[in-house]
Antibody, heavy 121, light 108 residues
Framework: QVQLVESGGGLVKPGGSLRLSCAASGFTFRDYYMTWVRQAPGKGLEWVSYISSSSGSTIKYSDSVKGRFTISRDNAKNSLYLQMNSLRAEDTAVYYC?????????????WGQGILVTVSS | EIVLTQSPGSLCLSPGERATLSCRASQSVNKNYFAWYQQRPGQAPRLLIYGASSRATGIPDRFIGSGSGTDFTLTISRLEPEDFAMYYCHYSASPPYTFGQGTDLDIK
């Protein structure tokens, strides 16, 4: 069955960095676009970034993270990553990785359990 | 950027009742890229409806999606105890993908 498992979260000081990972299994990872979505405590869902399938040549970011976050993938390791630099208090959230539909953008059909990132001094 | 506005913000109903949740887009959208998600406390979101009206795998037929243009509706025909949760609409034709602010469906 499809599984997505995030790791790498934790407490980091403002201005610091963190790298999230998402380990995928149960499907042909390279065939799918992958996405990061976050949710601040008590708030709604916010799309963060996506990366295209195969080579990952197409990448998009929300304006709130552009220039600070970098999404990447390693198809050999069935893994998705989110490198987060220059972290701010407002980046505090649960971060979910999600699998896009085979036709990109239609929907996110599988989600990880989420990983908490806390940015605080 | 498309803005999605959900109403009501919260809804209190009893099991067995019918729930009607609305989502309005700031401009006409391609319904193929419109979806609804359910999120129970402490859990990840779960895809309910895609393409505005198609149920995702394993979703009971009491969940009904409808709408086009700027106005979309999620109807839950008869509420079960496990249906009390947050519901988000979502549009993802082109980035930035957007979510509505959510409707909190509470048990009365």
């Amino acid at each position: 069955q499809v599984q997505l498992v995030e790791s790498g979260g934790g407490l980091v000081k403002p201005g610091g960095s963190l790298r999230l990972s998402c380990a995928a299994s149960g499907f042909t990872f390279r065939d799918y676009y992958m996405t990061w979505v976050r949710q601040a405590p008590g708030k709604g869902l916010e799309w963060v970034s996506y990366i295209s399938s195969s080579s990952g040549s197409t990448i998009k970011y929300s304006d709130s993270v552009k220039g600070r976050f970098t999404i990447s993938r390693d198809n050999a390791k069935n893994s998705l990553y989110l490198q987060m630099n220059s972290l701010r208090a407002e980046d505090t959230a649960v971060y979910y990785c999600a699998r896009d539909a085979l036709v990109p953008g239609l929907y996110f059909d599988y989600w990880g359990q989420g990983i908490l990132v806390t940015v605080s001094s | 950027e498309i803005v999605l506005t959900q109403s009501p913000g919260s809804l209190c109903l009893s099991p067995g009742e019918r729930a009607t949740l609305s989502c309005r887009a700031s401009q006409s959208v391609n319904k193929n890229y419109f979806a609804w998600y359910q999120q129970r406390p402490g859990q990840a979101p779960r895809l309910l409806i895609y393409g505005a009206s198609s149920r995702a795998t394993g979703i009971p037929d009491r969940f009904i999606g409808s709408g086009s243009g700027t106005d979309f509706t999620l109807t839950i025909s008869r509420l079960e105890p496990e249906d009390f949760a947050m519901y988000y609409c979502h549009y993802s034709a082109s980035p930035p993908y957007t979510f509505g602010q959510g409707t909190d469906l509470d048990i009365k």
